[in-house]
């Protein structure tokens, strides 16, 4: 069936650089996307969405991009801080009402 | 105050007990969700419901059930609890818009023995 993956489980990054976080895509009927952050002993926390008639999509230090093309969605977050560290999940709509997660990336920020 | 409240937070249970997990919203949405979260599994649904007289299953609903008590509560049930259920589980809630933008709770870790 069709699912969302994501290409690395763990990127570590310094702080201050910036992080990609990429997510691959099969459902070509996906017209929604959306990032979520989950910290330790916390529920997951939505940081920006995307619709499939847009490529690019920013917010506050978080940039969302998809790439129909190829099925790809990613985030990059500027100026990376320790306080992003955390598990990231890219979640999709495929049109039936309800979110289908990928399976996650941890960031870990070194100071 | 938590928009999306789950009790309890921690539960250690033995196989074949009954448990529920409790959640309540605050945010006035009509949809609200169960979903289950392995290590390396992402979050997988379990049931959602639109609204209090709709209840769905998703993807993973053996050995689930649930009850839409109102539109603000949501309660998960293990009729028969087993170990293989050992795992994080969060209610979230969506307002119903076309995007289906999800709030959690906290999550309730529960262990079965």
């Known amino acids: 069936g069709e699912s969302v993956g994501l290409h690395l489980p763990t990127l570590s990054v310094q702080e201050g650089d910036n992080s990609i976080i990429n997510c691959a895509y099969s459902?070509?009927?996906?017209?929604?996307f959306i990032w979520y952050k989950q910290e330790s002993g916390k529920g997951p926390q939505f940081i920006i969405d995307?619709?499939?008639?847009?490529d690019k999509r920013q917010g506050q230090r978080v940039t969302v991009l998809l790439n129909k093309t190829v099925k790809h969605l990613s985030l990059q977050i500027a100026a990376t801080q320790p306080g992003d560290s955390a598990v990231y999940f890219c979640?999709?709509?495929?049109?039936?009402?309800?979110?289908?997660f990928g399976k996650g990336t941890m960031l870990l920020v070194s100071p | 105050d938590a928009d999306v409240t789950q009790t309890p937070r921690n539960r250690i249970t033995k196989t074949g007990k009954r448990i529920m997990l409790e959640c309540s919203q605050t945010?006035?949405?009509?949809?609200m969700y169960w979903y289950r979260q392995d290590p390396g599994l992402g979050l997988r649904l379990i049931y959602y419901s639109f609204d209090v007289k709709d209840i769905n299953k998703g993807e993973i609903s053996d050995g689930y059930s649930v009850s839409r008590q109102a539109q603000a509560k949501f309660s998960l049930s293990l009729e028969s609890a087993i170990p293989n259920q050992t795992a994080l589980y969060f209610c979230?809630?969506?307002?119903?818009?076309?995007?289906?933008?999800?709030?959690f709770g906290s999550g309730t870790q529960l262990s079965v023995l």
């Open positions: 459902n070509s009927a996906s017209d929604y």
């Open positions: 945010k006035g949405h009509d949809r």
């Open positions: 979230a809630t969506s307002d119903g818009g076309w995007e289906e933008k999800l709030f």
């Open positions: 995307i619709r499939s008639n847009m």
């Open positions: 979640a999709e709509n495929s049109g039936y009402s309800t979110l289908t």
